[in-house]
């Protein structure tokens, strides 16, 4: 079984980039401390209690929630229809600054090359590329790596941003040539909106709600 390692920031509002966020973002540990906070010294307001909150263990939760949803509803929703076997998380990553990044989700997915001709994933995804007749996908696919890797005032893209160069750099193994592929065969086969809707909808319902159930607050020894 093969593994194509990925990064959610090449999905763009596909996989919530920019949402899942520890920063300013739906998983800001912050608001999570300023509601417990509040409702906390509402029940101890007679008492003079001294806490902080515990982000090594909200940040574990925040990547076992993630964990299972991106391994199950994720997988389940919209990769395992593209022909992939079975989607790995590996963690949230955040940046060691947040002026030009954001949070994103690392994460694998395992291609077997058995279902496809002995084909292993480059080969196939540059095959794709090259032997389709059907200008439609091509020309989906060549719209969606322009609007979304090319290069712009104070940003030079280093991602292919047209079918040519993509079927390239998939021959020479190139990461980011893999993950702009497959986040181009996402949308083409699911409309780029209707994953945006449906996956911010479960992930709210899904993930961050489940977050509150707990408290992460703890005693100042």
């Known amino acids: 079984m093969e593994k194509v390692e990925l990064q959610s920031s090449y999905f763009g509002d596909m996989l919530l980039y920019g949402h899942i966020n520890t920063y300013n973002g739906r998983l800001d540990s912050d608001y999570f401390f300023d509601e417990e906070r509040y409702s906390y010294d509402g029940e101890y307001e007679d008492e003079e209690v001294e806490v902080e909150f515990d982000d090594e263990y909200f ?12 391994e199950g509803f994720v ?4 990769f395992k229809p593209l022909g992939f076997s079975k989607l790995n998380y590996e963690k949230l990553h955040q940046p060691s600054y947040y002026n030009y990044d954001a949070d994103e989700v690392y994460f694998d997915l395992e291609f077997d090359p058995s279902k496809f001709n002995g084909q292993n994933f480059n ?10 007749k059907d200008v439609e996908f091509v020309t989906t696919m ?16 280093l991602t292919p941003n047209n079918v040519s160069d993509l079927i390239v750099e998939l021959k020479k193994y190139e990461y980011r040539a893999e ?7 996402l949308n083409y086969k ?5 994953i945006e809707a449906i996956c911010e909808d479960d992930f709210y319902y899904g993930v961050a709600e489940k977050l509150h159930d707990e408290s992460y607050l703890k005693d100042v020894a």
């Open 75 to 78: 997988f389940e929703r919209y």
């Open 190 to 194: 699911i409309e780029y909106d209707e």
């Open 59 to 70: 940040m574990k939760r925040v990547n076992e929630q993630l964990k299972e949803w991106f």
């Open 142 to 157: 060549g719209i969606f790596l322009r609007e979304n890797y090319s290069s712009y005032s104070g940003f030079s893209s």
């Open 179 to 185: 993950n702009a592929f497959v986040a181009a065969l």
């Open 123 to 132: 080969e196939y995804a540059s095959g794709l590329l090259e032997n389709s």
